[in-house]
């Protein structure tokens, strides 16, 4: 239910208010910040929902009421224009993390024509769009082998000459949300950034945690009493905590700003 947070109500969404969707995602990274991660990606591109036209959003996020998304808003595909409102999509997209539970995947891409010229968009610049789909169409190129993090499996992403209906895709730039509401006055990009850092606050809140744990039993070489017994290291931990507390405060009091204006 956490990535379903932030679709729409008439979807089955929750809708909530941004400030309470970060702390679903910063309580799970606290607990593992690869599900806390994941957990935000599919929340935050969850808000696309509301951007999507609503046909198109009612075909993927309205299917039923935790259907998840995840992919890659960077433009390193090519989606070329067929007419029939049709587009025929290609491309790989780095760090698609969470791609093993999604439903749906999106990943930007340039317009071309079948010429292979980009398309303008009213503003007259290279027109790019967000291309939702389902996941069975798109290839995982395994390659994630790292220590932090491991659990995202943030694998590249693959789609070739995959047809997506023009319903299932949004831009950023130019389209504008069929819902009216606070939630969906904030970026999309930047709720992705909002909920990156609320990932970053869960695992800082864990690493505070375990510090303070060991210092309980940790004895270092040359000493006879633990770690919490030392005036120095319970400094340092204070410094710790006072850091982790001013970043929460920050974020949460500018997001309750951002709120009421919206």
Partial sequence: ?????????????????????????????????????????????????AWLPREGAEDSYGAYPHVVTGGAY????????????????????????GRQPCDWLLGGARVVDPAGEPVLDAAGLPSMRLCFAPAAQVSVIDHWDVLGMRGTGSHDLLMEAGEVPERHTVSRVTDRPWVD?????????????????????????AALDAVAELMG???????????????????????????????RAVLFDEVDRAWVAA
């Fill in 181 to 205: 509401a606070p939630l969906y006055r904030f970026p999309p990009f930047g709720l992705l950034a909002l909920g990156i850092a609320a990932v970053r606050l869960g695992v800082g809140r």
């Fill in 217 to 247: 039993s940790k004895v270092p070489m040359g000493s006879r009493r633990p770690l919490a017994d030392r005036g120095a290291a319970r400094g340092e931990l204070a410094r710790a905590e006072a850091t982790v507390r001013a970043a």
């Fill in 1 to 49: 239910g956490a990535v379903a947070r932030l679709a729409p109500t008439e979807l089955g969404g929750g809708q909530v208010p941004v400030a309470d969707a970060l702390r679903t995602i910063e309580w799970v990274a606290r607990r593992s910040g690869s599900v806390g991660w994941c957990v935000m990606i599919g929340a935050t591109t969850g808000v696309l929902s």
């Fill in 74 to 97: 960077a433009p390193s595909g090519l989606a070329e224009a067929l007419g029939g409102g049709l587009q025929r999509v290609s491309g790989r997209w780095e760090w698609g993390s």
